[in-house]
């Protein structure tokens, strides 16, 4: 896939050509086909990072983060028509949101807390860019994984190295608080450096268990996952 960039000093424009937007359609359709099994249980979903921002690549997966608690076997019942192939907790540290992830077919993973998040730990979908259902064929601004904010324009979209930027500027763009930006980008960086970031908890769950029974076993035995738990 080409992508034909226009340098503007240290900006840089990059034009799509049609492999990309027809790319860009195909992974949305998917994202909308989930995102309306969710909606048809007044199930509130969006689908966050490329896929929002439109910047997406043939590597590019599908990732979509419910805001708020539902009950898993609501969220199950819901993700029925779909192929599911997987159901794992993960947690980054024992301070983070313990979240649910439901893997389905064709690269596409939905995410939903089993607890209520902090404003921050919701902040962090918008930091990458996100649409709700009723957004899904407009695009939004965020930074990827190298820290450029991604700037959708009609030909493609504009990309800044964050560290040109004011982290303020960043903030407003995108819609979070600044501490929000601050966080991110420690966490990004730090990733660079070694990788990957480490992963407190990742429990896959079996066929018949459920995540908020299995939640409550592990908060049983690890006191610092329950003073997360309990609050």
């Known amino acids: 896939m080409r992508r034909k960039p226009a340098e503007m000093g240290s900006r840089k424009m990059v034009v799509y050509d049609q492999e990309r937007w027809d790319l860009l359609k195909r992974l949305r359709d998917r994202a909308k086909r989930v995102m309306i099994s969710l909606d048809d249980a007044n199930i509130e979903s969006i689908v966050h990072g490329s896929i929002a921002r439109g910047d997406v690549s043939a590597s590019s997966d599908i990732d979509i983060f419910v805001p708020q608690v539902v009950r898993s076997f609501r969220m199950e019942i819901a993700l029925s028509p779909h192929v599911m ?30 607890i209520s998040p902090l404003r921050r730990e919701t902040e962090f979908y918008r930091f990458g860019g996100y649409l709700g259902l009723g957004e899904i064929d407009s695009r939004a601004a965020g930074v990827d994984k190298r820290l450029m904010l991604i700037e959708p324009v009609p030909e493609g979209h504009v990309e800044t190295p964050l560290s040109e930027l004011s982290l303020g500027h960043v903030a407003k763009v995108i819609g979070v608080c600044q501490d929000t930006v601050e966080e991110r980008i420690r966490v990004l960086r730090r990733r660079a450096l070694s990788g990957r970031t480490g992963v407190y908890l990742e429990y896959v769950l079996g066929e018949d268990q459920s995540f908020e029974k299995v939640l409550s076993e592990i908060a049983s035995r690890d006191p610092a996952i329950r003073r997360r738990v309990i609050g």
């Open 85 to 114: 192939l997987q159901r794992k907790i993960v947690q980054a540290t024992p301070r983070h949101l313990p979240k649910a992830h439901i893997l389905l077919g064709e690269n596409t993973t939905v995410t939903f807390p089993l």
